[in-house]
Structures are given as structure tokens and as C-alpha cells.
Nanobody, 119 residues
């Protein structure tokens, strides 16, 4: 079992920056990948960025060059540095972790943190 707690959301002006944090606990050594997803009202949840246990990263096209995903293994924490924020980035941001236990795939989600980009 993996527990995820997000923090760092808030209100920011267009062009500004925020840094989201996701602290993982539980069966952390079983995690194969972690990622950040967004969900705007009336829309499906979609991937912003992902990082694997081996350290490889991938990004959605609409955040590439603006967002950076990173991890601190000592703190069991994954970060999403968001720069050059746009109003279209307004959404609830969720942390995700993926693992396989007893031959079954599992996805774990944090509670979400609101990001609002507005002047």
C-alpha cells in the first residue's frame, strides 16, 4: 500500500511559478513510477509529467519546456516545478504512484491540490 500527500497548490498570476510536492509513504520501494496529473472541471484527468524508478522522465506536450518533474529519494518526495504558468493550467493536480503487488497492477492517488492561474 502506498499513501500520497500533495501540497504546494495555490493562486498565481500568469507567467508565475509554483512548486508542487508529493510525499510518499508505505510500500515505497515497490513504486515503479510516479507522476503528476491535472483535472480541470468537466474534463478527464490527464498526464502532466511522469518519472520512473530508474529516473527517466516524460512530459505532456503542453507542459514541455515549462514544467520539470524531479524526486528526492531521501525524502521519498516527488516535485513538479511549474514555470511560465498559463490560465489554461488551472486545474486540480493529483500525484500518482504505480506498482505491482502479488501480480496485480495498482494505481494510487493523492487527494489533489488546486492550482489557479489568474490575474
Amino acid at each position: 500500500q502506498v499513501q500520497l500527500v500533495e501540497s504546494g497548490g495555490g493562486l498565481v498570476q500568469p507567467g508565475g511559478s509554483l512548486r508542487l510536492s508529493c510525499a510518499a509513504s508505505g510500500s515505497i520501494f515497490s513504486i515503479n513510477a510516479m507522476g503528476w496529473y491535472r483535472q480541470a472541471p468537466g474534463k478527464e484527468r490527464e498526464l502532466d509529467a511522469r518519472i520512473t524508478s530508474g529516473g527517466s522522465r516524460n512530459y505532456a506536450d503542453f507542459v514541455k519546456g515549462r514544467f520539470t518533474i524531479s524526486r528526492d529519494n531521501a525524502k521519498n518526495t516527488v516535485y513538479l516545478q511549474m514555470n511560465s504558468l498559463k490560465p489554461e493550467d488551472t486545474a486540480v493536480y493529483y500525484c500518482n504512484a504505480y506498482n505491482v503487488l502479488f501480480g496485480r497492477s495498482n494505481n494510487y492517488w493523492g487527494q489533489g491540490t488546486q492550482v489557479t492561474v489568474s490575474s
